[in-house]
């Protein structure tokens, strides 16, 4: 009897045992593997490669290589797979109904990435100075109100550099300009009727003087900074309108251009020209006006007139002269223009600096793009691109089994050789910490960061 009881309980355990062992190996044979190595075409290894497995029904499994340009994603169901491979500079490899493997130790893929093909486009177009001086005859029909010249702005997207002559051009017609006349004469009214500057008396005398010294100071401004000191440190002496971005961006923008100038190369530089032309401008005129000032209020007084003003003035080109100005250009983006639009979703893996494990405050951290960003067709950014920032804060996880929470900031992606601003939260507000998941069996984190700004693609992008 207690044999037999035995027995049946032996039986029992070793049909349970089967049962499981069974269904480990159903399990076992219902999923399969893909695996690799990725080189250049030097045989190198190729780090940090974005390997995206996808199965017919949309489902996809991201991972990266390692150090070694291996990568394996494992558990997938038997069936046939698509395959994308990526790199930053180099020519994606992609292969379709590509089965699972039924065993980890199947040959891996042996994948070979060549270097992108440089495409380059070949444009003809007038010189640049023929197109400057179309811009530029616009420019000399802008009034405000249909009085007030607005010369001194360009509303083009792509202005192209003014030559001395036009830049000559440009200040002489602002001279002459029946309005920069009068509001000379005004001054002269409003400083008679002040007594301004009594020295000069009253009449018709006083008024002439103090009409002459409003209008040569214009002038000499206008000639030693916007001609000559312009020409010979080839600045250019006009705002250049943005139109772009939040309020705030914008106000930012103008305030900024007060205190720089657009070389005749394309590049922000210091104002040079505005600051000789400025200092400039207070010695001579201390020549012809009357009374005494100290060097240090005069250039004080100066230079804070000058900054202030130009504050102010762009502040208004930017937000309210445009709307009352007339023969303004009616810019039309080119079809083919692309704008990577402000809040976008970009999907990134950590692939240095960062792990769900560990993160440090002032760390750099190096990532990839996980997949593709396209608008209206056009790739963008390509997976595989290159981004960078830094680890701004790390919180510990408030309970067991959560993530850390960390925060990013100067978050840039090199999209091609543009430049796009990241940031953690989607809408504008202050640092959030950005949410991750972990990659399975790479070790890797993959991050949603979003675009910070509207950025513009070149048409050869």
Known sequence: MIFAARRRLFMTAATLLFVWLGGRLAIAQSTGWIQGNVTDSSGAPIFAAVVVIEDGDGNRHTTVTDIDGAFKISS???????????????????????????????????????????VTAVTVAPPKEEVAAEQLKVELQQRTLGIIPNYYVTYESHPAPLSSSQKFRLAWKMLLDPATIGAAGITAGIQQSRNSYWQWGQGAQGYAKRFGAAYGTAAQNLLITSVLADSVLHQDPRYFYSGQGTKAQRAWYAVKAAFRAKGD???????????IG?????????TYYPGSRTQYTLLGRSLMFHFGGLIALNLGEEFFLKKLTSHTPKLQPAADMAVLREGTAVPLIAVDGFSAAAASTGQTVTFVLAQDITVSGKVLAKAGDVASGQVAQVSEAKTSGQPMSVGLERVTLHAGGVMVPLRSNQVREGPKPMQYKELPESGKVEVTLFVAANVQFPESQ
């Not at 379709?96 to 980890?104: I, W």
């Not at 190369?265 to 600051?275: C, F, H, M, T, V």
């Not at 400025?278 to 201390?286: D, K, L, P, T, V």
Request: aromatic share 6%; charged share 10%.
């Open 278 to 286: 400025a200092i400039a401008s207070a010695e001579i005129s201390q």
């Open 76 to 118: 997938l169901p038997h069936g046939n797979y698509s395959v994308k491979i990526s790199a930053s500079g180099l020519s994606d490899w992609t292969a379709s109904n590509l089965p699972a493997a039924e065993s980890p130790e199947s040959k891996p893929l042996v994948v070979v990435l060549p270097v992108a093909p440089q």
């Open 265 to 275: 190369n394309g590049e922000w530089q210091p104002p040079y020209a505005g600051l």
